[in-house]
Structures are given as structure tokens and as C-alpha cells.
Nanobody, 126 residues
């Protein structure tokens, strides 16, 4: 299984970025997916999750209204549209895949995920 995140970079506060996560080696449409992030010196934290069908999503409180998680099962790709970026959004962003059928809110827990990709770095300047 490979999950490859891309789309990170340097952006000014208030700007936007769209992250992508290309999945291979798994039946993507059968997996719930999530985005997490980890800032330097801090613990990894949940950002957003999405059901296998794309019909249900779940967000961390601090990104609601600014970030949108989406997926294209035909392209085996997960997305994270990030708008109104803030300096505190600076972090490495990771995508993860969960094969479990679970309550939507459980997607916030890293233990639900079996597969992780390497992060893509997002830096937001003030």
C-alpha cells in the first residue's frame, strides 16, 4: 500500500492550498480516509475524515468552514482544500487509510488507520 501526499508549499496567511493523496495497492473505494497534521514539537492531530463513499465527512473544530475534504474514488485520490490559511496551520500533513466500518467521529483517532503516507509540508507565513 502506498499513500503519497502532495501539494504542500509556502503560502501567505489568508491564502489557499489543495493537497492531494494518491493511493495505490489497496481498494481505495473501500477505505475511510483521513488527514492529520503535525507541527514541529507538537503531537500529530486530526484534521478531517471522510467515509469510503464520500458521503460523510468529519472535521476538527479548528478547521471547520476553512478546509474541505473530498475524494475521487475513480482516481484513487483524496483531497484537502485549505482556505483562509493561518500561520498556526503550518505543519506536515499526512493522509491515512482505514479499512474499518466505524462511527464517523471515530475517524479522528489515529488508531483507526492502518496505512499512512509520508507527509507534505505546508508553511503559512504571516
Amino acid at each position: 500500500v502506498q499513500l503519497q501526499a502532495s501539494g504542500g508549499g509556502l503560502v501567505q496567511a489568508g491564502g489557499s492550498l489543495r493537497l492531494s493523496c494518491a493511493a495505490s495497492g489497496l481498494t481505495f473505494r473501500s477505505y475511510n480516509m483521513g488527514w492529520f497534521r503535525q507541527a514541529p514539537g507538537q503531537e500529530r492531530e486530526f484534521v478531517a475524515g471522510i467515509r469510503w463513499s464520500g458521503g460523510s465527512t468529519y472535521y476538527a473544530t479548528f478547521v471547520k468552514g476553512r478546509f474541505t475534504i473530498d475524494r475521487d474514488n475513480a482516481k484513487n485520490t483524496l483531497y484537502l482544500q485549505m482556505n483562509s490559511l493561518r500561520p498556526e496551520d503550518t505543519a506536515a500533513y499526512y493522509c491515512a487509510a482505514s479499512p474499518r466500518t466505524t462511527v464517523l467521529s471515530q475517524l479522528q483517532y489515529s488508531e483507526e488507520y492502518d496505512y499512512w503516507g509520508p507527509g507534505t509540508l505546508v508553511t503559512v507565513s504571516s
